[in-house]
């Protein structure tokens, strides 16, 4: 498990503000998404499934954001050019290795969800969003589980 004060830091913080998509509710998401997905990092591919990463975001979702989202729009495209070496799309083990990269590609994920992100203190409504549109009703991911896994990250 990460650090969650470093996490936020030296990855979230500066990654989030590259993308021009900083907010502290965006922030708190991130290190939910990623205390719920790998407990804090522990775990760089998903046990029993596809997820890859700290955010174990799945191969499916990782080319849908390539080919429908990103490349539509210029800016956020010059931007993971300009910040993340990505002049093409990176291979998919990317996710594994590079934080910033991972964390770049978790928030654009949220960024093409409608709705804005809940408030960085509202912790259930962190859940909502987080289940409804990260792990979705086929998910395995329970409430009281996932905010004992962001509550003890964030304590560490």
Excluded at 82 to 93: D, I, Q, T
């Amino acid at each position: 498990m990460f650090i969650c004060s470093q996490f936020r830091s030296l990855i979230v913080e500066p990654v989030l503000s590259k993308l021009k998509l900083y907010s502290k509710g965006a922030e708190e998401l991130m290190v939910f998404t990623c205390a719920s997905e790998s407990l804090g990092g522990t775990f760089l591919m998903e046990v029993k499934g596809p997820g890859l990463g700290i955010y174990q975001m799945e191969p499916v979702t990782y080319s849908d954001l390539w080919a429908n989202f990103i490349r539509n729009r210029n800016q956020l495209a010059t931007l993971m050019s300009m910040h993340f070496n990505c002049n093409r799309v990176p291979e998919l083990e990317r996710m594994i290795y590079d934080l910033n990269f991972a964390t770049a590609m978790t928030r654009i994920f949220y960024y093409s969800k409608p709705g804005n992100i809940p408030d960085a203190s509202d912790i259930d409504g962190l859940w909502d969003y987080y289940k409804k549109y990260y792990n979705t009703d086929k998910g395995k991911a329970k409430k009281e589980d996932s905010i004992k896994k962001y509550q003890d990250f964030v304590k560490s």
